[in-house]
């Protein structure tokens, strides 16, 4: 009955299943790596980011380069737990969706998913990514206009993946669109510089002997 306690969230028709594309093993992770490098230069870090952000992106960079996807994909995730700390400030939509997935506590039966087939699980799971990727590509077109980063040339893809993803699903062409963003970024965009470590102050002067002139 409405109202009552402890009553489970209502559940939403689960979209159909879409069959997985084959795509080069470089991809998923430049669609963490990329909207990564714009949420380290966004201007809630006043100037730059800790180190203890931009090492994490360093190496994923570097992994990225030399085509070790694995260690990439290991160093981002060490990032989203980093962006995840309460001690940094917190990203802004959409870039929150980089931090790693905080889930608030729910008795299994509660998740709208948890009596799935796997198939419809994975449908779901892909369907948020992408528009987890549709907002990021978003937001980071938004960004770049008001930091003098031209993206004008990739950014009709983004709208041409908002119609593909309502008519067709997560499917190889929306992704062709939004990677042609990260490309550009990875290009265009400048690698973020971590905040310079504050200089030690020099040391007390030792006090004067008694009697020196």
């Known amino acids: 009955m409405p109202g009552a306690p402890n009553r489970p969230p209502e559940t939403t028709p689960a979209p159909p299943p879409v069959a997985p594309v084959a795509e080069p093993p470089d991809r998923r992770p430049l669609r963490r790596l ?18 203890e952000l931009v090492v994490p992106f360093d190496k994923a960079e570097a992994a990225f380069a030399a085509g070790d996807f694995p260690t990439a994909t290991n160093s981002l995730d060490l990032l989203a737990v ?61 960004w770049a206009a008001g930091h003098g980063v031209d993206l004008a040339d990739v950014a009709p893809g983004v709208e ?15 992704y062709e669109r939004v990677d042609r963003v990260w490309d550009a970024v990875r290009a265009r965009v400048p690698r973020p510089k971590a905040a310079s470590a504050r200089p030690t102050p020099p040391a007390a002067a030792a006090p004067a002997e008694a009697g020196e002139a």
């Not at 990329?34 to 180190?51: H, M, N, Q, T």
């Not at 039966?109 to 892909?126: G, V």
């Not at 041409?160 to 929306?174: C, M, Q, R, S, T």
């Open 160 to 174: 041409e993946a908002k119609a593909i993803l309502a008519a067709e699903g997560p499917v190889a062409g929306f």
């Open 82 to 142: 980093k962006f995840a700390e309460p001690r940094w400030p917190t990203l802004p939509e959409p870039f929150r969706n980089l931090r790693v997935p905080i889930p608030a506590p729910m008795p299994p039966h509660w998740d709208p998913e948890h009596d799935l087939a796997p198939p419809e699980k994975e449908a779901r799971r892909a369907r948020r990514e992408a528009e987890q990727q549709l907002a990021l590509a978003g937001g980071t077109l938004t």
């Open 34 to 51: 990329a909207p990564s490098r714009v949420a380290l230069l966004l201007d809630l870090w006043k100037g730059a980011p800790s180190p």
